[in-house]
């Protein structure tokens, strides 16, 4: 969508009769394949874990909609530690995702998040076509969930990065799954390829409903003393603002490249960095490492878009999405 094709706010018969209506609160619904969000901050997955283990400091609600940590087959340790370390502009971690496993979150995680209220999508994340099977055939039929998002992305497990990096895989793999789910699949990008908008492509002519993006950078930090790396896992993902420009960039790209709805995450902890992606094409944000810091982020942001939304005399946040204007 350009500038000059964006919606136009027609008022009702009952407005223009009206001498100096109540100007509108602007509206941040959004609706991604069929599903609404009341919002279009969504909790990233991995931070906020499944939700139960953050709940007394982050109020879950404030977000439009949540997104849990990858969901593996069998239950999984994670990495040795340290398992995060600080960079000078975000996170290294090399978690590896840790989880108790696709029983244990049937039964203990999923009927928490049921009593959220806002949609949950259940990220997963198989080492092979079968275990994605497994994983979306199991999740998909649950109630409370609305949508399933598939973690090609992980670069901190044994082939996390598989499927993510190769067209032709991720293409055999979402059209696998796509005839299995009953409930739309999201699928996350990893940042860690040369030519994203051709992954983004291949995911959605498999059948992808939905784009999110990105996953961490891999990176490496080094203990110089030690001469080792300072992660247990040896490598591991950077997130947070260092990510941001990458990211935006990224998520340009592939908004031009498809046209299913794009879900753009990467280092956002202010509504003007949430602008710059939906001004780059994305339909919703997600949050992630920002939460560390500020519990709050998600209702600051809404009310930062607000503004910005009164600011401009926008009616809606849609109004914003893919309105980079290029001169050259
Ligand atoms: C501690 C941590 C754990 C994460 N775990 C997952 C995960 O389980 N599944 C996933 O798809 N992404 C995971 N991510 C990636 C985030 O969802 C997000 O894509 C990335 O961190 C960029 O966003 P941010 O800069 O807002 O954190 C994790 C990130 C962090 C920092």
Request: proline fraction near 8%; aromatic fraction near 4%; hydrophobic fraction near 45%.
């Amino acid at each position: 969508m350009t500038a000059s094709n964006r919606a136009r706010v027609i008022p009702s018969a009952e407005e223009s009769r009206t001498p100096n209506p109540e100007p509108r609160t602007p509206s941040l619904g959004v609706e991604i394949a069929g599903i609404q969000f009341k919002n279009p901050v969504l909790a990233a997955p991995g931070p906020m874990g499944f939700g139960r283990e953050v709940q007394s400091v982050i109020d879950l609600r404030a977000f439009g909609g949540f997104v849990t940590k990858s969901v593996t087959v069998e239950p999984r340790a994670g990495n040795p530690y340290p398992q995060i370390v600080q960079t000078p502009a975000g996170w290294l971690n090399s978690l590896g995702l840790p989880n108790s496993g696709l029983g244990a979150f049937m039964t203990k995680d999923l009927p928490f998040l049921r009593t959220l209220d806002i949609p949950v999508v259940v990220s997963v994340a198989g080492e092979s076509i079968d275990e994605f099977v497994t994983l979306v055939e199991w999740v998909s039929q649950e109630p409370g969930v609305a949508a399933v998002e598939i973690n090609v992305a992980c670069p901190n497990v044994r082939a996390g990065l598989t499927f993510g990096v190769a067209p032709s895989l991720i293409n055999e793999l979402i059209s696998t799954l796509r005839p299995r789910s009953p409930r739309p699949l999201f699928v996350k990008l990893t940042p860690n390829v040369a030519d994203i908008a051709a992954v983004a492509r291949a995911a959605e002519d498999g059948g992808a409903d939905a784009l999110a993006l990105i996953n961490t950078i891999l990176g490496l930090s080094i203990d110089v003393d030690r001469r080792r790396p300072k992660l247990g896992g040896t490598t591991g993902g950077l997130s947070g603002p260092a990510v941001r420009p990458v990211a935006v960039r990224m998520v340009w790209e592939v908004a031009r490249a498809c046209s299913i709805p794009v879900i753009g995450m990467g280092g956002i902890s202010s509504a003007e960095d949430a602008l710059e992606f939906f001004i780059a094409g994305a339909h919703a944000i997600a949050v992630g490492s920002a939460v560390i810091d500020n519990p709050n982020v998600a209702t600051q942001l809404c009310n930062g878009l607000t503004q910005y939304l009164e600011r401009n005399n926008m009616s809606s946040i849609s109004e914003v999405v893919g309105t980079l204007e290029i001169t050259v």
